[in-house]
């Protein structure tokens, strides 16, 4: 049986990761998943910290997003799905990114985002395969495409 490695882009601030993880176990779907650093904190301070601090702003974002690139940027490449996530706290630009990302390479797209949000995010629903409002419709896509099964 193939297992599908599966990268969780977007949002940091729920525990829809998680949530997504258990339901996967549950279902015994052979999927792997993969994420971004999903500390906040650590992943905005990483390059500072790690390479020296900077005063202004610019650098030291500039240091951080290319440290935590080391690690998202094989992450998608290697992904055989993307499923991105858009929450409600913060814009999430880096979401965007790697929903772009994803997209360039080919990769099978699936966003997830409320319905208030698709006039803003319409391009990128337009790149994807699927557009979940639930983090339960992931699952049951998981399902259907690892296995073929409606349920």
């Known amino acids: 049986m193939m297992h599908w490695n599966v990268y969780l882009a ?12 258990e339901a996967a176990d549950r279902e015994g779907l052979a999927v792997r998943f993969f994420s971004p650093v999903t500390d906040h904190a650590a992943s905005d301070a990483c390059g500072g910290h790690i390479l020296g601090a900077e005063e202004q702003p610019f650098w030291h974002d500039r240091k ?29 630009w880096n979401a965007a990114y790697d929903a772009g990302m994803a997209s360039a390479l080919g990769k099978p797209l699936i966003i997830v985002h409320p319905e208030e949000y698709q006039h803003a995010l319409k391009e990128i629903d337009a790149a994807a395969c699927a557009v979940a409002s639930e983090v339960s419709q992931v699952v049951e896509i998981l399902r259907y495409v690892t296995r073929g099964e409606l349920v």
Do not use: C, S
Not at 10 to 21: A, P, V
Not at 82 to 88: L, N
């Open 64 to 92: 951080g997003a290319g440290v935590n690139a080391i690690r998202t940027r094989p992450m998608i490449e290697k992904a055989d799905v993307v499923v991105v996530k858009f929450g409600d706290k913060y814009r999430q």
């Open 10 to 21: 977007g949002e940091i601030h729920t525990n829809w990761r998680e949530e997504l993880k």
